[in-house]
């Protein structure tokens, strides 16, 4: 289960993308249509264009159409709705001209209807149980209660459905990928050992370096006075102080932090640094490590942070967390829904914390992979080496703790951690990790060529240009 990009972050709430992998694409300069991240629709219409004197006053409907892809249309509110979100929320779109972002913004509209065309044509299908996994794991992300993610959707002027709609299409969109993307990229053993002698070289600036990072949590409720705030943020930099005091890091995160990972001493756990949020890479990228940097604000609340390790990928001295997990996998098909893959779990689940079923003995009865034999173990695991919705349940659990069920692209799995610890890779792990790292930034690359071959077979219709 190879890593991939996670597209289940929501721009206006993204504060804490890394638990699951909230992965896209990797800051670059300046900003193009692959900058152009989606975003849900905004029900609010633009505001009319004022007609041009001397005629009288006549106002023009806000929702006409703009472009006909395959017959499908977009519509203007379509494009102004995702202009308005990225004015909003990106510095680098705010220094586009109107003009240039709108067209952008149209051609990715454009690109993202052929995808979503393409994976309903290849039958790809999206259930309930798995927009409703998205919408909690967003929630999660962002260290919120799903009620309160609601209420923030809500105030963004977006309703539940359009929500629920836009993780639907944000889910065809990543399975496509998987589909026609994920099998096709290779990675030589030439290609690794060139790149690990420019990693000997420091010449593998190109790739993200990896870092592990804790946190303590202060959470600020949505609703909370500037009074609350001013208190809790006087909370957060007491821990901070703590911290830098010399104080266990893990048993203040354990004892105060309002963060599920408390569990793990608020270790986020040792990933490249394009897979953390930017607000936490920004705040730590100048902080030596076992240094605090923070406290930091977020939409969550206010963030005290610990560099517990930084190395580059592959590197011969890298230390990485490694997890020692097993899981029963049960695949969905004509015979078995995802909601009956999921009650079964819940109820194996049940039984193990029981003590009338054993995990292991389950696994072997029941599991559909591989590891079914050895008891579901899938032995010591590296960052990365699952995708983002299995190792984003894995990461929330201490040893011994028991996932709910989780739905990702192989099935529905039930998870259990067994051990975590700090190693040192072995030369053939280094190998794995240097592959990795490059089979991601090819991935990239196969992506795009992909999309642009899929665009240019389209056929696309301009009608009436945008107008805001």
């Not at 209420?151 to 539940?160: K, L």
């Not at 909370?235 to 793990?264: C, H, M, T, W, Y």
Request: glycine residues 6%; proline residues 5%.
């Amino acid at each position: 289960m190879n890593h991939i990009r996670s597209i289940l972050t929501l721009a206006c709430l993204a504060t804490l993308a890394a638990a699951a992998g909230a992965q896209g694409l990797g800051s670059r300069p300046g900003i193009g249509i692959t900058d152009i991240m989606r975003a849900g629709p905004r029900l609010a219409p633009p505001a009319p264009r004022p007609a041009a004197p001397p005629a009288p006053p006549v106002q023009r409907a806000a929702e006409y159409i703009v472009a006909l892809v395959n017959s499908e249309p977009i519509t203007n509110t379509e494009v102004q709705s995702r202009v308005e979100r990225l004015l909003k929320e990106n510095a680098e779109a705010q220094r586009v001209p109107r003009a240039e972002l709108t067209r952008l913004v149209l051609e990715r509209l454009i690109s993202e209807r052929t995808q979503l065309q393409a994976a309903k044509d290849a039958g790809i299908k999206v259930d309930e149980v798995a927009i409703d996994q998205a919408e909690q794991t967003v929630a999660r992300q962002n260290q919120i209660s799903l009620t309160e993610l609601r209420s923030r959707v809500a105030a963004e002027g977006i309703s539940q459905q359009a929500f629920r709609n836009d993780l639907r299409d944000q889910l065809y969109l990543t399975r496509v990928r998987d589909r026609e993307v994920e099998n096709k990229v290779k990675v030589s053993d030439i290609e690794v050992d060139q790149f690990l002698r420019e990693q000997r070289n420091g010449a593998n600036n190109a790739i993200a370096p990896d870092i592990n990072l804790a946190q303590v949590l202060v959470a600020v409720p949505e609703t909370a006075t500037e009074a609350q705030i001013a208190t809790l943020q006087q909370r957060a930099q007491s821990i901070a102080q703590r911290a830098r005091a010399g104080e266990d890091f893990a048993k203040l995160a354990q004892e105060l932090s309002d963060s599920p990972d408390r569990v793990n001493g608020g270790a986020l756990g040792m990933r490249s640094a394009d897979r953390y949020p930017s607000l936490f890479v920004e705040a730590t990228q100048s902080t030596a490590v076992n240094g605090i940097a923070g406290p930091i604000r977020s939409g969550a609340g206010f963030h005290v942070l610990k560099v517990l390790a930084r190395s580059q990928p592959g590197a011969a001295d890298a230390v990485v967390t490694q997890t020692q997990v097993r899981h029963i996998l049960l695949r969905t098909d004509a015979k078995r829904t995802t909601a009956q893959a999921v009650a079964q779990l819940a109820e194996f689940k049940d039984r193990i914390q029981r003590g009338t079923a054993d995990f292991a003995g389950l696994a072997r009865d029941n599991s559909q992979d591989a590891s079914a034999k050895e008891g579901g173990d899938l032995g010591w695991s590296r960052p990365g080496q699952f995708v983002p919705e299995f190792e984003e349940a894995m990461n929330r659990l201490a040893p011994g703790q028991i996932s709910e069920p989780v739905v990702s692209r192989f099935g529905v799995h039930l998870i259990q951690v067994v051990g975590r610890r700090d190693a040192k890779l072995s030369q053939s792990e280094q190998r794995e990790v240097a592959r990795a790292a490059l089979r991601e930034k090819k991935l990239e690359e196969a992506y795009e060529t992909w999309a642009q071959e899929l665009r240019a077979r389209a056929y696309v219709e301009y009608r009436e240009a945008p107008q805001s």
